[in-house]
């Protein structure tokens, strides 16, 4: 059986609109952490918009999470990394939970397809 058809099949066996726990979309920086085990204590988080600005390898480091209202509001501290470096020394509260557009993972460059032009 090939990974395709793997994959197909589960496809089969979810719902066509997946809970909130199961979904990668960016969301605010609480849905984020509460999708994951121990309210994302150890995930590395950054922000859409640093991506769109083209800023590579920035992320915050979750050390501790204080949620409220099934996820969607709540605290986070964490240590910053900003272009591989930590920047923080010690833990400390991490701004803009909600005004901004988080997701799991280290921000990196935009790939841009680049097209071959053949005469």
């Known amino acids: ?70 996820g969607t509001h709540g605290k986070a501290w964490g240590r910053l990394v900003w272009r591989g470096k930590e920047v923080s020394p010690r833990e400390e509260l991490i701004r803009g939970g909600l005004k901004y557009t988080w997701k799991n993972g280290v921000s990196g460059a935009r790939t841009t397809s680049t097209r071959v032009v053949v005469p």
């Open 1 to 70: 059986m090939s990974s395709a058809s793997v994959v197909t099949a589960f496809q089969k066996l979810l719902p066509k609109k997946l809970p909130s726990g199961l979904t990668t979309k960016p969301a605010n920086l609480f849905q984020v952490l509460s999708r994951y085990p121990t309210d994302g204590v150890g995930q590395r988080v950054h922000q859409t918009r640093w991506t769109a600005k083209r800023i590579v390898d920035c992320y915050w480091v979750i050390t501790r999470t204080s949620l409220k209202n099934d």
